[in-house]
C-alpha cells in the first residue's frame, strides 16, 4: 500500500511512501498550508490522506 499526502488543489506531494506516517506532523511541517498554492490542510484521517482525492479519478 502506497500513501499519499498532497494537496487536491494543485497536487503537491507532501509525502509519499509505503510507511504509515503521521499526517498531522506533515502539517506542521509545512506550517498548515500547502507551500505552493497556500491552501490550507486539513486532515482527512479516514483516507490517510489531505483533502484526499482518489487517484484514477
Ligand atoms: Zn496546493
Redesign the pocket.
Given at each position: 500500500m502506497t500513501i499519499r499526502i498532497y494537496?487536491e488543489?494543485?497536487g503537491?506531494i507532501f509525502y509519499r511512501g509505503d510507511e504509515l506516517t503521521n499526517p498531522q506532523e506533515i502539517i506542521k511541517k509545512y506550517g498548515g498550508k500547502?507551500p505552493?498554492?497556500y491552501?490550507p490542510l486539513q486532515l482527512n484521517p479516514k483516507n490517510i490522506k489531505i483533502m484526499g482525492v482518489e487517484e484514477g479519478k
Open positions: 494537496c488543489r494543485c503537491f500547502c505552493r498554492c491552501k
